[in-house]
């Protein structure tokens, strides 16, 4: 099911697909911050960590920041790290893709 939007609202994160319809919903308390979302995975930060969770919040993986260096962007099926100025493509379990000079 792809993901359309993400948003915070009444500190609860709000799932919604490509016709707007709320697929999921689950409190933020103590899920961390909110980064961005790709077509099928939400991505957030706690502590050193990101972590990435498919629609539903169930959890998909997680790496440290160290490993990866700071978050860029999510687009389609892809998360974009820059690190020792590298821009680094890693899929939703963190598995690297590639990279590039910046």
Known sequence: ??????????????????SGKKIYETSSSFMGKLLG???DFIILSMDNF????DERFKKISNTNRIYVGDYKDA??????????????????????IGERKV
């Open 1 to 18: 099911m792809a993901i359309s939007s993400v948003e915070l609202k009444n500190n609860y994160y709000q799932v919604f697909d490509e």
């Open 75 to 96: 687009s389609g099926s892809n998360i974009f790290f820059t690190k020792d100025n590298y821009l680094g493509i890693y899929d939703k379990n963190f598995k690297k």
């Open 37 to 39: 979302h790709g077509d």
């Open 50 to 53: 990101y972590i990435t969770y």
